[in-house]
């Protein structure tokens, strides 16, 4: 086969978060891109995120200012962009005396060295400067800044052990990480792109100076050959397994696998602001409201050797958790107040830290021609940084195309987004006064989900019956429709564990009916996205 028009720009491996937004930026700029995922989109680890676009406080004791610098301007521009799927939110950081350093992070040792009576302490006044800086490193506009709040009094100190007179808060963001895959995986539909699930990567050879990929269908075993002139890998997990397996590359990278596991609860505290605890350990554990009723407790760091071992939050993970919070709640929780666990492996690139805590969650993203065609493999990450880490990307990528169109995403808004932050009420009551029928709640739910798009997975419907099968808490035919025809859901589980977190509030049989439906629904639904 010759160079021609039958051969892709960009053919991407993975449709996890960096995989989605490098094929948005990609086809947003003219090139021809096919993603191939093996499962659904987010099912590995961007679905299993902490659920926060934040700079990352903690990484200021390894001194990874660039990375906090870029994470904090990103939280603005992500709100702007995604103001139905992302919100701000409070973090109230208690301070005790007994705050400590994990290992031996550059700050500790710094401070051993200057003051060793401190002995790994995190004293006030460094608590008090990292949130300065982390207060002004990134620009902040919209959200508001650090304050001292007194838990004596506050509503914020009710939930915690009398012994915690004083807190700071701050600002960072909430988002829901399996949607905002997804709907950057439609908006690169949109401009062009064409996105494989349930499609695995079997082999890519070199052949005449572009890369000749063969994609196997997992449902029927069918197989296929695309032709492209640039591979991404961006395996997550399976990146390692993509270099040496698929590819069959020489490169020396590698990556290193830490699991990370949360804990869901019931709702522990009556405010809408998240907790973030520090260890005597000199571990943080935040502790966040979640769907309404819930509370999110995480997250663990683990070493993970295997990448085809799937990650559970282990016996003593959730021990370790609830021994964590019960340091600060006056209320104690014990495992018999679980209701859900998950757990997800970041794939960081190794840089020979001496903890899985201490490796650098900055992204690497390294460029391998040993095999002839160019080969861009992507390396860790934050969920915050990835339109950042996509652009990145495309530098590479143009230098290897000879030059592309210039970066494009920071002001577009992705599908239902196209509203402003301080919108959302005025949203969600304008949709409940065009469909009265569906309470605050519900439209509450639908508006943070699918933005301006929720009138139209509503569609002309006057009643709830006008929606078709209702399968239990809000979830109706429509709006599976809606997931199925225009967001890739195959099964049920994509749909209440991904596309919404309905699975928490679904009965045994309420669910088998939802499977019935999908089973029926499933062939149409994959000739529809396959228009």
């Known amino acids: 086969m010759t160079v021609g028009d ?41 679905s299993a995120s902490t659920k926060l676009f934040h700079g990352g406080l903690r990484y200021l004791e390894y001194f990874e200012f660039r990375l906090v610098r870029e994470s904090l301007i990103e939280r603005e521009t992500l709100l702007r962009a995604m103001p139905h799927i992302s919100w701000p939110m409070r973090f109230v950081l208690p301070y005790h005396k007994d705050m400590r350093f994990e290992g031996d992070t550059p700050t500790s040792k710094l401070l051993n060295l200057a003051m060793p009576w401190m002995r790994g302490r995190r004293p006030a006044w460094l608590i008090r400067l990292g949130l300065f800086l982390y207060d002004h490193l990134g620009g902040r506009k919209i959200l508001p800044g650090t304050a001292t709040v007194d838990l004596t009094s506050a509503p914020e100190g009710r939930a915690l052990q009398e012994r915690f007179a004083k807190a700071y808060e701050y600002s960072d963001c909430w988002v829901e990480d399996s949607r905002l895959v997804v709907l950057n995986a439609r908006d690169a539909q949109a401009h062009g792109a064409r996105v494989l699930t349930r499609t695995r990567v079997t082999s890519a050879r070199q052949e005449n100076g572009h890369w000749a990929v063969t994609l196997e269908d997992i449902s029927t075993g069918a197989t296929r050959t695309v032709h492209a002139r640039v591979l991404v890998n961006a395996g997550g997990p399976w990146v390692g397994d ?26 522990l505290f009556d405010h809408e602001k998240c907790y973030f605890f520090q260890g005597t350990d000199g571990r943080i554990m935040f502790a966040i409201p979640y769907e309404d009723d819930f509370t999110l407790i995480g997250t663990t760091d683990q070493e993970h050797e295997d990448p085809t071992t799937p990650p559970v939050c282990t016996p ?31 794939p960081l690139y190794d840089d020979g830290a001496t903890s899985a805590t201490a490796a650098t969650r900055d992204y690497t993203l390294k460029v391998d021609r040993s095999a002839g065609a160019p080969l861009v493999n992507i390396f860790g990450g934050k969920i915050t940084t990835y339109r950042r880490l996509a652009e990145g990307a495309m530098e590479l990528v143009g230098k290897e195309l000879g030059g592309i169109k210039p970066a494009w995403t920071a002001g577009a808004p992705l599908p239902g987004g196209d509203f402003a932050v301080s919108e959302v009420e005025s949203r969600i009551s304008g949709l409940l006064g065009a469909y009265p029928f569906l309470g605050e709640p519900w439209a509450r739910r639908l508006l943070r989900a699918y933005g301006t798009e929720a009138e139209t997975v509503l569609g002309d419907a006057r009643k709830a019956e006008d929606l078709g099968e209702h399968f239990g808490a809000t979830l109706t035919a429509a709006e599976v429709d809606w997931l199925m025809d225009r967001e890739y859901a195959r099964t049920a589980e994509d749909i209440l564990w991904r596309r919404t977190k309905l699975g928490l509030r679904l009965t045994g049989p309420e669910v088998d009916a939802l499977e019935a439906y999908v089973a029926r629904r499933a062939p149409a639904s994959i000739s529809a996205a396959a228009e």
């Open 316 to 346: 003593a993970e959730q021990r370790y958790m609830v021994d964590f919070v019960n340091a600060y709640l006056k209320e104690p929780i014990s495992t018999e107040d679980i209701v859900w666990t998950y757990s997800g492996v970041r």
């Open 6 to 46: 039958d051969i892709q720009d960009l053919l991407i491996i993975g449709g996890g978060i960096n995989g989605c937004g490098i094929a948005r930026d990609a086809a947003g700029r003219g090139l021809s891109v096919t993603l191939a995922e093996m499962s659904d989109l987010a099912s590995a680890t961007s």
């Open 242 to 267: 993509v270099i040496r397996d698929t590819v069959q590359s020489r490169s020396t990278d590698s990556v290193r696998l830490v699991r990370g596991s949360h804990i869901v609860t019931r709702r």
